[in-house]
């Protein structure tokens, strides 16, 4: 089994900034791609951008510019640097990881949720 944590969510005002991790642990033989998407009320989830484990990365139009993704191998973390934010940015953010255990089965895994709000 596998974990995910997120943390850093909350609440800031347009043109701010906010900056989420997320970890993962457990059987772990590697992570090819590790990702964030959100989901606003009334839509579909959506992939915010992600990040391959040899540093490919892929971003959602909408945030080009403005988000940043990242990753520390050696620690099985990701982060996503949000800046510039706007109010439709607001959603439920969701870490997503593929991972490869030990026996070489890949699995997908969220982690929770954690809430961003873009209001003034």
């Known amino acids: 089994q596998v974990q995910l944590v997120e943390s850093g969510g909350g609440l800031v005002q347009p043109g701010g900034s906010l900056r989420l991790s997320c970890a993962a642990s457990g059987s772990i033989l590697s992570i090819p791609a590790m990702g964030w998407y959100r989901q606003a009320p009334g839509k579909q989830r959506e992939l915010v951008a992600d990040v391959s484990s040899n540093g490919i990365t892929n971003y959602a139009d909408s945030v080009k510019g403005r988000f940043t993704i990242s990753r520390i191998n050696a620690k099985n973390t990701v982060t996503l640097q949000m800046n510039s934010l706007k109010p439709e940015d607001t959603a439920v953010y969701y870490c997503?990881?593929?991972?490869?255990?030990?026996?070489?089965?890949?699995?997908?895994?969220w982690g929770q949720g954690t809430q961003v709000t873009v209001s003034s």
């Open positions: 997503r990881s593929y991972v490869r255990d030990p026996r070489q089965n890949e699995y997908v895994y």
